[in-house]
């Protein structure tokens, strides 16, 4: 049997044109959308949603392109623009009978759901993004040899085709390698969790490089457009982060600060899969978050 968050019901939620999303939804009370990174599911939530859900509705899906959710294929740039995953996430949640709801990523789904702050803000009441900079920032501060941590974001921003074969051709072995050296505890992640990880990822490379992809082109040109127009995040903002700001030369607050005025930054000691490293120190954040 596939793992899956005790307690929480799957639920398969259309929220486009041919698109549906697996969602596991459980508690009551207001609602939390929690949204996973690379490459993972939404089960990376397992622990904090269960800790949550004591007080809170807490929806958790796949993304588009990820999990058990729909995979559509890209046409014209947009299939996996980050404004189009964020208008996936507000149908979901519309879908489920919440027209405001708090809203937290980590990695890939922080990107989602920094688009969806910006694109959607009278939907999001609070939001928190874990271990990410916002699209424009990143590439903005890549550079250099400390640049070859990130060697992934350039090889899935090739065009359609040799990505997609590479990847293909080891799987586990590309999806593994970021399960064992992102990872602070190996413990967090355990057998029966990395394999359902892995599975879902094979199953996803098209999608999953088209993801990247869209990050090396269309979401940048949204992000820098906000920049030039002023725009911000203005509901409460937390972010969790490694300090990898030391490494790579920038002030990772202040990048953040830029966007949210109403921030709350702070630096955690584990590893990058925090909500599963960590996840009594993440709870925490959020319900404080949630208070704010």
């Known amino acids: 049997m596939s793992p899956a968050i005790p307690g929480f019901d ?15 939804v459980g508690g009551s009370g207001t609602p939390v959308v929690l949204l996973h990174g690379f490459p993972q599911t939404h089960l990376m939530w397992r622990h904090v949603a269960a800790d949550l859900a004591t007080g809170h509705t807490v929806i958790c ?22 404004r189009t995953m964020a208008a996936d996430i507000v149908a979901l949640a519309r879908e489920l009978g919440h027209d405001r709801f708090a809203l937290a990523g980590h990695d890939r789904g922080a990107l989602v759901a920094f688009r969806a702050g910006l694109d959607h803000p009278g939907r999001i009441t609070h939001l928190a993004c874990l271990d990410v900079l ?6 903005d501060v890549m550079h250099g040899v400390t640049a070859a941590v990130g060697f992934h974001l ?18 586990d072995g590309f ?32 999608s999953i490089t088209a993801d990247y992809r869209a990050s090396a082109g269309i979401d940048v040109e949204h992000d820098l457009a906000d920049r ?10 937390t ?41 009594g120190e993440v709870a925490g954040a959020l319900r404080r978050l949630l208070a704010r």
Not at 252 to 275: Q, S
Request: aromatic share 10%; proline share 8%.
């Open 61 to 82: 899906p796949d993304l588009r392109g990820y999990g058990a959710s729909d995979k559509p294929a890209e046409t014209d740039g947009t299939a996996y623009a980050k």
């Open 134 to 139: 916002p699209t424009a920032d990143m590439w």
């Open 228 to 237: 030039a127009a002023g725009r911000r995040l203005g509901m409460p903002v």
């Open 239 to 279: 972010v969790l982060q490694q300090d990898w700001g030391a490494a790579l030369g920038y002030d990772a607050a202040a990048l953040w600060r830029a966007w949210a005025p109403d921030l709350v930054h702070t630096t955690v000691t584990c590893g990058h899969f925090m909500a599963e490293e960590a996840p």
């Open 10 to 24: 799957q639920r398969r939620v259309p929220v486009a044109d041919g698109v549906s999303l697996n969602a596991a």
């Open 154 to 171: 350039y090889l899935m921003a090739q065009p359609p085709g040799l990505p997609e074969r590479m990847i293909t051709a080891c799987a």
């Open 175 to 206: 999806f593994g390698h970021f399960l064992d050296a992102w990872t602070g505890d190996a413990r967090a992640i355990p057998a029966e969790v990395r394999a359902a990880y892995l599975d879902a990822c094979r199953a996803a490379v098209p």
